[in-house]
Antibody
Framework: EVQLVESGGGLVQPGGSLRLSCAASGFTFSSYWMHWVRQAPGKGLVWVSR????????SYADSVKGRFTISRDNAKNTLYLQMNSLRAEDTAVYYC????????????????????WGQGTLVTVSS | SSELTQDPAVSVALGQTVRITCQGD??????ASWYQQKPGQAPVLVIY???NRPSGIPDRFSGSSSGNTASLTITGAQAEDEADYYC????????????FGGGTKLTVL
């Protein structure tokens, strides 16, 4: 079964740090780009960061750039998100997700999709 | 960076057809994908690309696209389809970022 399991969430004070992990199983982890997506309480999904299959390329949303670092250990089938200088507005459920891409043969349009998603881990930033 | 816009809420009578839309400049270059999220659960992929359904997703779910608008159609909505629905695509600015719509709360009456 293809599965992603996040861990590492919890309560942290503003300015603190936390490292999230996402354990992958049931697929060849090293072949896929991976992402972190978050969801603040009662709000929508917001993309946070992505990493390519061998870890050589990363991207971040402007809201976390310079504070968060995405990484992966393909030998351990694990994705990470190191979160520093945490703020109250970082409070959210953090999901990891596997990305796949393809293109439509007839139109040439590319597309991406996220499947599966982990169950999420809650990060609460509060004093 | 790109943005995707969805109506915050839509309602449909049981058994009727409903269309949920997603607008954005990136949709002129990319097809959207769609996710269903029920309270307390992780999102689930329901449509990807032009109109592809993952295994296990009922065929009452379908996707379409025109210009800068992508649509998710549920034909014969069921009570279990009541959920939040999100669209996503790659950012068209070439930065390899990803963008999600703000989500649509679907109520089945």
């Amino acid at each position: 079964e293809v599965q992603l399991v996040e861990s590492g969430g919890g309560l942290v004070q503003p300015g603190g740090s936390l490292r999230l992990s996402c354990a992958a199983s049931g697929f060849t982890f090293s072949s896929y780009w991976m992402h972190w997506v978050r969801q603040a309480p009662g709000k929508g999904l917001v993309w946070v960061s992505r990493i390519n299959s061998d870890g050589s390329s990363t991207s971040y949303a402007d809201s976390v750039k310079g504070r968060f670092t995405i990484s992966r250990d393909n030998a351990k089938n694990t994705l990470y998100l190191q979160m520093n200088s945490l703020r109250a507005e970082d409070t959210a459920v953090y999901y990891c997700a596997r990305e796949q891409t393809d293109y439509d043969f007839w139109s040439g349009y590319p597309y991406n999709w996220f499947d599966p998603w982990g169950q999420g881990t809650l990060v609460t930033v509060s004093s | 960076s790109s943005e995707l816009t969805q109506d915050p809420a839509v309602s449909v009578a049981l058994g009727q057809t409903v269309r949920i839309t997603c607008q954005g400049d990136s949709l002129r270059s990319y097809y959207a994908s769609w996710y269903q999220q029920k309270p307390g659960q992780a999102p689930v992929l329901v449509i990807y690309g032009k109109n592809n359904r993952p295994s296990g997703i009922p065929d009452r779910f379908s996707g379409s696209s025109s210009g800068n608008t992508a649509s998710l159609t549920i034909t014969g909505a069921q009570a279990e389809d009541e959920a939040d629905y999100y669209c996503n695509s790659r950012d068209s600015s070439g930065n390899l970022h990803v963008v999600f719509g703000g989500g649509t709360k679907l109520t089945v009456l």
